[in-house]
Structures are given as C-alpha cells and as structure tokens.
C-alpha cells in the first residue's frame, strides 16, 4: 500500500480518537507527529521516527527539497513539538492550521518522488 494512502488513514483514525474529541492536545500531537515522521521515513529513506525536528530538517535539506516546503515542515514540527513538550494549549485554529500542514506533508512524496 502507499505510503499517502497508510497516513491518510492513521490520520483519520487518529481524527476519530479520543485524544482529538476530548481535545487532549498532547497525545493527539504525539500521534499525529509520528504519523508525520513515519511518512516521511517512508517516502525519503531515512529513520526519521527516532530523529529529533532538528534531525529531521537536516535530512530534509539533503533530500532537495524547496525552501517553502522545508519551512512547512520545520514550523509544523516545532509548534507539535510545543503542544507536545512546552504544554502549550492550542486554539482550534492553530489546531486547524497544524493538520493542514500535516495532510500537506503527506502529500510530498507525490510532487518529489510520484509516490
């Protein structure tokens, strides 16, 4: 199965959780990361669910990928990694904008690789 189609139902499964209906933010982003990374583990052949954002941006660098999509995912993975380890409490629509972001991500390995 491709790698989109594998994330695109974690992702909505994950939009179906308990973690997102009692919009427990932590545990939601802990999941959606990591849906996030194994995607990208996936499409541009590198560990990134045992990486760190730092990690996974430097491999992106090497990866050629534009500057306007590297920024997407730096600032994705930084303001997850805020709810996740800072206890940020995010508005619906920063919410909102994280899993735009997120469903973009998993797009990317159609417009680098046809994948």
Same mark, same amino acid.
């Given at each position: 199965? $491709? $790698? ?8 909505? +499964?994950?939009?179906? /959780? @308990?973690?997102?209906?009692? @919009?427990?933010? @932590? ?6 990361? +990591?849906?996030? #990374? =194994?995607?990208? &583990?996936? *499409?541009?052949?590198?560990?990134? $669910? &045992? ?9 992106? %660098?090497? %990866? #050629?990928?534009?500057? /306007? =999509? ?8 930084? #303001? /997850? ?5 800072? #206890?940020?409490? $995010? /508005? =619906?629509?920063? *919410?909102?904008?994280?899993? =735009?972001?997120? %469903? @973009? ?5 159609? %417009?680098?690789?046809? *994948?």
């Amino acid at each position: 199965m $491709p $790698p989109e189609i594998v994330a695109e139902r974690r992702l909505n +499964e994950l939009l179906t /959780s @308990k973690f997102y209906q009692n @919009k427990r933010w @932590k545990e939601f982003f802990l999941q959606l990361t +990591e849906i996030t #990374k =194994d995607y990208l &583990a996936g *499409v541009f052949n590198f560990l990134a $669910p &045992a990486e760190t954002t730092f990690e996974i941006i430097t491999e992106m %660098k090497v %990866k #050629k990928i534009t500057s /306007s =999509d590297l920024n997407m995912i730096r600032v994705f993975f930084e #303001k /997850s990694d805020l709810i996740k380890f800072a #206890k940020h409490q $995010p /508005s =619906d629509d920063e *919410v909102n904008e994280l899993l =735009d972001m997120a %469903k @973009k991500i998993i797009k990317l390995g159609m %417009k680098y690789h046809g *994948v």
